[in-house]
């Protein structure tokens, strides 16, 4: 396929197109994630605020903008059908400079990732290897959707709340700081899911075999509830084995207010799953904080 640019697009992007590209709103999920990682390790910030916001900028205007360029690049054909208006597709973006753009965000996070020790540097190139194998052929991990949301769960909650915890302990995570970040991960695939309801047509077009377009809008939204609703119960029943039962029961009250939300997103999925991702989004990452308040607390 040839590259979508109209012959009149400037020949390089401005910064603020550039800006655009690379999404900032998709930053705040590994943010939050690395935030919930410094507090599960029980360790103070104090004194090592320089790495702290190294660890927030590498984990979301660095890895995270990488995968959003990357992302955009290689799907610039299938947005040019769902999202016409996206920098690239709109010639914004000209020529091959999405792809250069996706490259020097990937030295860059190496380059900041390689400052802040050996585990967190294991991390990002993890995380860096993910995001191009989720859009990059011949790897292309988004063409099935129960395989490209798990990846994108992981590099969105887990891998962001590992690193922040190693950086912190400078070591490997406890084990139940690893189990916890998991299986937020695992419930993030149910939010990927409904973010892939606003690309059905294009999806089905290009043969990308996203969840909404294999199952139809009601058993992909009803997976996502499912998905979401069963790692945040595994959670619950492990804050109550740690011994964190006022944790445990906050996170009760969050989860049945997704229950009610829930609720009310399957009965129109489509067009309510943007809805639901700025509603019942907020309470399960809401529920994060709370369980690493109380990993922290064990720590302490």
Known sequence: MTDIAPTSSPKRPSPLVVLELLKPLTWFPPMWAFGCGIVSSGQSPAGRWPTVLAGVVLVGPLVCATSQAVNDWFDRHVDAINEPDRPIPSGRIPGRWGLVIAWIWTALSLAVASQLGPWACAATVFGLVLAWAYSAPPVRLKQNGWIGNSAVGLCYEGLPWLTAAAIMTNGAPDQRIVLAALLYSIGAHGIMTLNDFKSIEGDRKMHVASLPAQLGTHRAALLACVTMASA?????????LWGQPVHAAIVIALLSGQFALMRRLLQSPR????????????LYVLGMLVTALALGRIAA
Do not use: D, K
């Not at 945040?232 to 109550?240: D, G, N, R, W």
């Not at 067009?271 to 907020?282: F, H, Q």
């Open 232 to 240: 945040q119960a595994i959670v619950i029943a492990l804050l109550f």
């Open 271 to 282: 067009e309510r799953a943007p809805w639901y991702n700025s509603t019942g989004v907020s």
